[in-house]
């Protein structure tokens, strides 16, 4: 599977919008991306995945650039109980074990 | 979403004993599932992937001999921590694969193990 990379932390203001972005340049064509959050002495909890297209669903949106080599993951009103680790990973489909890379801690204040 | 349910959330045990934590797919059948170890601050890492009825397949590095995985049912599967040691303390994460096939593309994780051998 693709690797992918993250920047280690980030903070980002309650109620705003949290933008998290994921380089995977080396993606290939039948990989999908995926987004996991661990939040402290958790298992990690699925947000959402997808192949070309935006996606969006009740917890995220997912924009996926033109070319696939990056991808950027939408929180959009950002709350304190979405403090946690986000990890990308590029998956090829169903049924492939996750790969975890070291993600990128979210840190959300008031 | 799925459930996947792990127990025990939490053990202690002392140096030499063996513990065996159990992971379960509450609402559906897993064909696959997954043992993750994960030490602090550290990203998780896959120990290896079981599958119903058949031998495990573990990851480089990691002992089969040390870490027994049983996948019996499509329901349940159990890591046993054998002669366990100080340096066996971690966080351990199954995750479990949905056989349906309008399912399978996410992987549901239980809550995690947070094992410590003194």
């Known amino acids: 599977d693709a690797k992918t990379t993250q920047p280690p932390s980030m903070d980002c203001a309650e109620g705003r919008a949290a933008n998290l972005p994921c380089n995977h340049s080396?993606?290939?064509?039948?990989?999908?991306v995926y987004w996991y959050r661990q939040i402290h002495s958790q298992g990690p909890q699925y947000i959402i995945h997808?192949?070309?297209n935006n996606e969006t669903n009740e917890m995220a949106s997912l924009i996926i650039t033109e070319d696939r080599k990056s991808s950027t993951l939408i929180l959009p009103h950002a709350t304190l109980r979405d403090t946690a680790v986000y990890y990308c990973?590029?998956?090829?489909?169903?049924?492939?074990?996750?790969?975890f890379g070291g993600g990128t801690r979210v840190l959300v204040k008031p | 979403g799925a459930v996947v349910s792990q127990h025990p959330s939490w053990v202690i045990c002392k140096s030499g004993t063996s513990v065996k934590i159990e992971c379960r797919s509450l609402?559906?059948?897993?064909?696959?599932m997954f043992w993750y170890r994960q030490f602090p601050k550290q990203s998780l890492m896959l120990m290896a992937t079981?599958?119903?009825?058949?031998?495990?397949?573990?990851e480089q590095g990691v002992e089969k001999d040390k870490f027994l995985i049983n996948h019996a049912s499509l329901t349940l599967s159990t890591l046993t921590v054998t002669s366990a040691h100080p340096e066996d303390s971690s966080f351990y994460i199954c995750?479990?694969?949905?056989?349906?096939?309008?399912?399978?593309?996410?992987?549901?994780f239980g809550s995690g193990t947070q094992l410590s051998v003194l």
């Open positions: 990973i590029v998956r090829k489909a169903a049924g492939n074990k996750l790969t």
């Open positions: 995750s479990a694969r949905d056989y349906r096939l309008d399912r399978n593309e996410k992987l549901f």
């Open positions: 609402d559906f059948q897993a064909t696959t």
């Open positions: 997808g192949l070309k």
């Open positions: 079981s599958n119903e009825g058949s031998k495990a397949t573990y």
């Open positions: 080396t993606i290939s064509g039948n990989e999908y």
